[in-house]
């Protein structure tokens, strides 16, 4: 099992940037693939970033060339730096994990990008 607590959301204005961070509750070595979601409101949750085995990156093509996420094994952390902040990237952003066929949440941090 894996408990994770997402950090660093909060309000900015268009064209500013947040960097978020999810400290998991123990070493991510060996967890396969780390995250990120966002939910909207009125919208489903949906893929923002993820990566797997520590290689593979992957992006949703509303975020991708703004957004860059990254894992450190030393902090046992996944952050995503999030750049060009758009008033559509508001929304809920839950940190995700994958291991041993069990998904695992966060509790959400807020991002709200003013116009």
């Known amino acids: 099992q894996v408990q994770l607590v997402e950090s660093g959301g909060g309000l900015v204005q268009a064209g500013g940037s947040l960097r978020l961070s999810c400290a998991a509750s123990r070493s991510i070595f060996s967890i396969p693939k780390m995250g990120w979601y966002r939910q909207a409101p009125g919208k489903q949750r949906e893929l923002v970033a993820d990566?797997?085995?520590?290689?593979?990156?992957n992006y949703a093509d509303s975020v991708k060339g703004r957004f860059t996420i990254s894992r450190d094994s030393a902090k046992n952390t996944v952050s995503l730096q999030m750049n060009s902040l758009k008033p559509e990237d508001t929304g809920v952003y839950y940190c995700?994990?994958?291991?041993?066929?069990?998904?695992?949440w966060g509790q959400g941090t807020q991002v709200t990008v003013s116009s």
């Open positions: 995700y994990a994958y291991m041993a066929g069990k998904d695992y």
């Open positions: 990566i797997t085995n520590w290689v593979s990156t």
